[in-house]
Structures are given as structure tokens and as C-alpha cells.
């Protein structure tokens, strides 16, 4: 927090951002630290090589139909617990 506003700050390369991103936008790797990346992102304002980040912000925008797919086949797998409430009143 500075001043009353909450700051984050991650520190990677270009390329090593840019092979994050495309693990997720290409790739179409849902569940990764990465999604929550680059939602910040989006949301975030670059305080230096704006023009580069407007390029990704562009990129992360531009949600895949793919990763759409894997995204929600990916959460669609949990525990029903209803079953074990079952299990137990058996």
C-alpha cells in the first residue's frame, strides 16, 4: 500500500511473460497463478513501457474460445459432497 493505494509488482522477463501468457491464451492452461496475472492485467495501469503493455492487455482481452472450454472443464471437476452426505445417512 503507498499512499492509500494498494501496489503489486512482479518482476519477469519479456519472454518469460510472454511464454506465461501464451501457456494460457495459446496453450489453453486454466488453473495456473498466470490467469490470476493476467487479470491483474488487465485491471492494472503500466507505469513504464505502456505501449508494450497496451499490446498484452490487447492479448489478454481477446478471451479464446479454447480457453473458455478448458476453463470451464477444468472447474467443472470437484468433489460432490452431496455424496458423502449420502454415504453417511446410509
Aim: net charge negative.
Amino acid at each position: 500500500m503507498f499512499q492509500g493505494v494498494e501496489c503489486q509488482v512482479a518482476h519477469l522477463t519479456i519472454a518469460a511473460w510472454e511464454r506465461d501468457m501464451a501457456s494460457v491464451l495459446v496453450e489453453f492452461n486454466p488453473g495456473t497463478h498466470v490467469e490470476k496475472a493476467l487479470a491483474g492485467l488487465l485491471d492494472g495501469v503500466g507505469l513504464h513501457g505502456r505501449d508494450l503493455i497496451k499490446q498484452w492487455q490487447a492479448r489478454a482481452a481477446d478471451y479464446p474460445e479454447g480457453l473458455a472450454r478448458a476453463t470451464v472443464e477444468h472447474h467443472l471437476r470437484f468433489f460432490p459432497l452431496w455424496l458423502v452426505a449420502e454415504l453417511w445417512r446410509a
